[in-house]
């Protein structure tokens, strides 16, 4: 006792500052958890001009996302390209929580606006864009710079950030914009090669006379015309790329209720649709029809494309800009964000570009990168945070793990180099090697060579095994030259050029043609193991369309510009240089053809951008920190662990009850009592039920029940011992509350045996037969979790609980993502558990659940507890009744006319009524009295009703 009592007066002190160190970090670890604050929402629709010589006007859907203090700078926020204002909801919410007023619409042609689509044309969306800012400069809850002006940035992805260049572009009034996985000139992007939209001759051409065409991107083209008429969401792949630091599979996140919707004047109902051409423009579904069928484009549809590209306005744009686009993008390439930060910056402007591991065909951006998208509008419309600066960032994708998570890692560079890096620095020469070889173009393009699947190169990207069973190369349509081993990794970032010779194959191998021929190849560079294992970065192609070649065989020499790239070739591994001359996600040429082609230089020019890992730095002081730190948590380890030893608290008379809490409150700092003076006992076979609306104080205490955190007061007693964090008796629960992780690629077996290794008791105590049986996973349990749905993950991480059999099991939410035969078979695991003499704990928000499974409940509300006892009796205590009758009108009166008895209302032949103390045999000796026949009489035994009456809703 002696050294007890030293030890208590020596440490005290210390203990004391580290237990109120650690209070602060419980406080914000256990409110990570709590709900969001509510973003309300008004939806209005906006009258736009039908075009810009007519008097009509049309509707645009529009919704309002308020936050909770305004006036506030306020964010345009467009959709991609077959969605509409529902399709952004999520980050239109996260903007509003992070204080700015969001307007989001639906483009004309899409969702509930009317119109019709006309690909963001200068003349129409982004007029329709410009109408919004005049709006927005009238609403009160919207900060301005001045009269009709408001405090405004853009953003949006693929269409909705084209929309947003292009608005910066002709209106001055925005202050900055943030454009994601977007392009810059429409024809480059679906016509590949050709000219410039800047730079096209608008002379009147020659009946039946082609502009210099480019290389028609079929496939992305036909689902890009697609997504306009069935509303396939071009900027929403299907999920959000992978993040580094994130071990998941990017899942897209789910979209997050709002409240106080207002309608300030009826939606417009969709336009009718035009035949073939859907919702599209004439003059859209004319351009599509011609290079669909023709493969080129005429001079009335370059003139259709260059009014949507931001290319026509970028030289106007001095808003700051951050330019996001994905490695993973086989519609908008890396290409495409390189001439809008070339053409931008070179107006003086401010000009960030992050190129991240998604896209189009990768995923659009994780909470990460959505974050740093609104610290940038944060900063340059509210002054807020640090300047997020110029530069440029770069994801490296790296090794994949078993799993098959990527590895993932974000490079900083001081400047943006541009796409093929710094003239005379900033890349390396690679020797290819090949002789020259002759390629033959089939007639009608078939069979063609497979680079990827436009929209679904996520999937590929996961696995290079899959990608080189993807990328296949006709035999004899591709010429392929190969580099040595490379002796170190060579990080690629940008995009490789190479020069070579191209010449037509006459006579009997080839074309018998007489004139100048040209030819469609198309060029890329995959990364090799030297194992007939192949990865084609990002699934890119390079088209070219090579013009003059003599009829004599004579050869021409061309500079080929690879896709860009983000790729680490590791030592060991090979470049290897493909020209195929065809693909099928493009328009191949039909004739039959041949083609010599050669290395015209030996090199191939590798882009290389130096830069520094993102990883923070920690300063030696907040070394010595945390040292300290941890040094002060072992003394009180130490301290608790002889504390514990010598000050044994257990209490014979409850050493039999599973559970007993009395007087329990957990109060935090600001005057926050997530639990207040709470106390419940549960016995032996029970199934108790713990009920509550969110923040009632369900998780916190369970959270003190499992020693996670400290109870300000009051105690918790287990068979009569107290529990303390760490205290021997937890080993006696069984808990499934924070959520299972599982190895997927081990079978649920493994993964139970693992865990209890984990535990370091003895494996004959796991009792892992028992457990499964009970669980009802059955042959499932030798199969790997990842093939698991999650009804057999439910039930595996409660057969992991049971595991040992404790006396006392606690489950939070155990039937959540459970279908309803799910929930029956977890509904039957409970009973049988608890059946053999143990005792369940459930925390749970389905009353109807806790209904049929619990045999008692206790229902808690702003941390205090308002009812405890057998469900039965909870579910009457309000003195409910129903009477079937065979008059229901007539005894809904005689009740009525009953002293005390009140909520009275019909039902069918039903009655119900709050009899408030009256006995329910002089309410049925009063309908009798009337000549009511009554069949039937008895409590209402809802729960539901019990619930909402205890809490007060």
């Not at 906006?46 to 306020?74: C, F, H, K, N």
């Not at 040292?627 to 003394?635: G, M």
């Not at 923040?695 to 918790?716: E, H, N, S, V, Y």
């Not at 909520?903 to 309908?927: C, F, Y």
Request: hydrophobic share 40%; proline share 7%; with cysteine.
């Amino acid at each position: 006792m002696a050294l007890s009592s030293r030890l208590r007066g020596r440490w005290s002190l210390p203990a004391l500052v580290l237990v109120v160190a650690l209070v602060g970090a419980v406080v914000v670890w256990t409110r990570q958890g709590d709900d969001p604050v509510p973003v309300s929402t008004r939806d209005a629709v906006i009258d736009v001009p039908e075009s810009p010589d007519s008097d009509r006007t049309i509707g645009i859907d529009t919704t309002l996302y308020l936050p909770t203090r305004t006036p506030a700078p306020a964010v345009l926020l467009a959709h991609g390209f077959g969605g509409g204002k529902a399709s952004v909801t999520t980050q239109a919410t996260e903007l509003a929580r992070a204080g700015f007023v969001v307007l989001t619409w639906s483009a004309r042609g899409f969702g509930r606006s009317a119109g019709q689509i006309e690909l963001n044309s200068l003349d129409h969306e982004v007029q329709d864009a410009r109408k919004l800012l005049d709006w927005l400069a009238t609403r009160e809850e919207v900060r301005t710079d001045g009269p009709g002006d408001p405090k405004v940035g853009v953003t949006g992805g693929s269409y909705g950030g084209a929309l947003a260049l292009s608005l910066a572009g002709v209106d001055k009034r925005v202050d900055t914009i943030a454009p994601v996985i977007t392009f810059n000139d429409l024809t480059q992007a679906l016509l590949p090669n050709a000219a410039s939209t800047t730079d096209v001759d608008t002379t009147t051409p020659a009946p039946g006379a082609f502009a210099d065409d480019g290389v028609f991107k079929r496939s992305w083209a036909g689902i890009f015309f697609a997504a306009g008429l069935t509303g396939g969401d071009l900027a929403s792949p299907g999920q959000e790329a992978a993040e580094p630091g994130r071990d998941d599979d990017g899942q897209q996140a789910a979209e997050v209720p709002q409240t106080g919707t207002g309608t300030e004047r009826p939606t417009t109902p969709r336009t009718p649709t035009n035949g073939s051409c859907g919702r599209f423009a004439p003059t859209v579904c004319a351009a599509y029809t011609e290079v669909a069928t023709t493969g080129k484009a005429g001079r009335t549809t370059l003139d259709v494309l260059r009014r949507a590209s931001p290319a026509t306005v970028a030289g106007s744009i001095t808003a700051p800009t951050l330019l996001v686009q994905g490695e993973q993008d086989t519609l908008f390439g890396l290409d495409q964000a390189d001439a809008n930060a070339r053409q931008i910056s070179a107006n003086g402007t401010k000009v960030k570009t992050i190129w991240y591991s998604g896209g189009h065909d990768g995923g659009s951006p994780g909470p990460e990168l959505r974050a740093r998208i609104a610290d940038w509008l944060a900063y340059h419309l509210d002054g807020r945070g640090t300047d997020p600066g110029t530069g440029f960032e770069y994801t490296v994708v790296g090794a994949f793990r078993s799993s098959g998570a990527q590895s993932l890692r974000t490079v900083v560079a001081g400047d943006y180099p541009g796409l093929q890096g710094r003239p005379g620095t900033g890349r390396r020469a690679v020797a290819l090697d090949g002789d020259e070889q002759v390629v033959v173009n089939p007639a009608g393009g078939n069979p063609a060579a497979v680079s990827g699947l436009p929209g679904l190169g996520s999937v590929v990207s996961r696995s290079s095994a899959l990608s080189s069973r993807l990328s296949l190369d006709v035999p004899g349509q591709a010429a392929t030259f190969t580099s040595a081993e490379v002796a170190s990794q060579i990080l690629v970032t940008g995009a490789a050029t190479v020069r070579l010779r191209v010449s037509a194959v006459t006579g009997p191998q080839g074309s018998a043609a007489t004139g100048p021929a040209e030819a469609v190849l198309f060029a890329k560079l995959y990364d090799t193991d030297g194992e007939q294992s192949r990865t084609l970065p990002g699934s890119a192609v390079a088209p070219i369309r090579v013009r003059g070649l003599p009829a004599d065989g004579s050869p021409v020499e061309v500079t080929v510009t690879l896709p860009g790239i983000v790729r680490p070739v590791e030592g060991g591994h090979r470049f290897q240089l493909v020209v195929s001359t065809t693909d099928q996600a493009y328009a191949n040429a039909v004739e039959p053809a041949a083609y010599r082609i050669s290395l015209a230089a030996p090199d191939l020019s590798v882009p290389v951008v130096p830069g520094v890992n993102a990883t923070s730095e920690v300063p030696a002081t907040a070394l010595w920190g945390i040292a300290v730190v941890l040094l002060a948590c072992l003394a009180a380890a130490v301290i608790a662990w002889f504390r514990r030893r010598l000050t044994a608290d257990l209490d014979p008379e409850l050493a039999r009850v599973p559970l007993v809490i009395e007087g329990l409150t957990k109060s935090y700092p600001g005057g926050l009592r997530a639990v207040n003076d709470l106390s419940f006992r549960v016995e032996h076979g029970q199934v108790l039920g713990l009920l509550g609306p969110n923040g009632a104080g369900k998780t916190t205490t369970l959270r003190m029940l499992m020693g996670l955190i400290q109870p300000t007061d009051g105690t918790i007693r287990v068979f009569g011992h107290r529990v303390r964090p760490g205290a021997p008796v937890l080993s006696r629960i069984g808990s499934f509350v924070e959520g299972s992780g599982f190895l997927p690629h081990l079978s649920g077996a493994a993964n139970l045996r693992l865990y209890w290794a984990a535990t370091g008791r003895p494996a004959e105590q796991a009792h892992v037969a028992e457990a499964l049986e009970i669980a009802g996973l059955g042959d499932a349990i030798d199969r790997r979790v990842r093939t698991y749905s999650q009804g057999m993950r439910q039930r595996l991480a409660i057969a992991q609980a049971m595991l040992g059999l404790p006396d006392l099991l606690v489950l939070d939410e155990p039937a959540n993502g459970l279908d309803p035969p799910q929930i029956h078979q977890m509904r039957e695991v409970l009973r049988r558990y608890a059946a053999a003499g143990r005792t369940v704990l459930v925390s749970s928000h389905l009353l109807a659940e806790v209904e049929q499974t619990c045999s008692h409940v206790v229902v808690m509300h702003k941390g205090a507890l308002v009812a405890a006892g057998p469900v039965e009796e909870v579910a009457t205590g309000g003195g409910e009744a129903t009477f079937r009758v065979d008059r229901p009108a007539e005894a809904a009166t005689v009740l009525g006319d009953l002293d005390g008895v009140h909520n009275v209302h019909v039902d069918g032949d039903q009655v119900h009524a709050s009899l408030n103390g009256t006995p329910r045999a002089e309410a049925l000796k009063a309908l009798v009295a009337a000549g009511v026949e009554v069949d039937q009489a008895g409590p209402r035994r809802r729960l539901e009703d019990a619930f909402l009456e205890l809490v007060g809703e």
